[in-house]
């Protein structure tokens, strides 16, 4: 059964820094992996998904990478600003196209001005 | 508009009461899903449907039934609420056909007392 890791649970830096967020996964015959943006009392945004062939994807001040190989994928996020305070999901798709998505619990980021 | 409407927004019921959950979407989307949002343990799937007349259950179906009314439609029902069905659900879509990316509703809020 796939199990989705991320650490921290939370993470608090100051504006303008630099950050990644981390996220592991079990079994690496990942289909894809979909990072998703919750803020409080939302539903998720979807950011950036990351095809099993691929290595990275970027939108604007966001990188995604994943490495299948070693059950990784990390969220870079370029000069943190107030805004992207939220709560950040990894989630992966194993299924060969079932379309079945894995949660991990979540990073809760809050960017301070 | 938003994309994936859920109706109600927020439901406090009573044990054994029968409760629905709607769903509408107009990204013209084949399929739709339900997840439960519980602190601590993530979102698990519990239900998706590939279409009007495929319909599955995912890691948590128990307590719950599912009905696809159209393309656009997907409700969500609670035959006999219990406690420990409280949580936030949301309902999800995505195209399908290689597009892969998920679009979420707003959610509700069920609290059953």
């Known amino acids: 059964k796939q199990e989705v890791t991320q650490i921290p649970a939370a993470l608090s830096v100051p504006e303008g820094e630099n950050l990644v967020l981390n996220c592991s996964f079990t079994?690496?015959?990942?289909?894809?992996l979909q990072w998703f943006r919750q803020d409080p009392g939302k539903g998720l945004t979807s950011l950036l998904l990351i095809q099993s062939s691929q290595r990275e994807q970027t939108s604007g001040r966001l990188n995604a990478s994943l490495d299948k190989s070693s059950g990784r994928s990390t969220l870079y996020i370029a000069a943190s600003q107030p805004g992207d305070s939220a709560t950040y999901l990894c989630?992966?798709?194993?299924?060969?196209?079932?379309?079945?998505?894995?949660f991990g619990k979540g990073t809760k980021l809050s960017v301070i001005p | 508009d938003a994309d994936v409407t859920q109706t109600p927004r927020n439901r406090i019921t009573k044990t054994g009461k029968r409760i629905m959950l709607e769903c509408s979407q107009t990204?013209?989307?084949?399929?739709m899903y339900w997840y439960r949002q519980d602190p601590g343990l993530g979102l698990r799937l519990i239900y998706y449907s590939f279409d009007v007349k495929d319909i599955n259950k995912g890691e948590i179906s128990d307590g719950y039934s599912v009905s696809r009314q159209a393309q656009a439609k997907f409700s969500l029902s609670l035959e006999s609420a219990i406690p420990n069905q409280t949580a936030l659900y949301f309902c999800?879509?995505?195209?399908?056909?290689?597009?892969?990316?998920?679009?979420f509703g707003p959610g509700t809020r069920l609290t059953v007392t």
């Open positions: 079994d690496s015959a990942i289909y894809n």
């Open positions: 989630a992966v798709d194993s299924g060969a196209g079932s379309y079945q998505l894995t």
């Open positions: 999800a879509t995505s195209g399908g056909g290689g597009e892969y990316e998920q679009y």
């Open positions: 990204k013209g989307h084949d399929r």
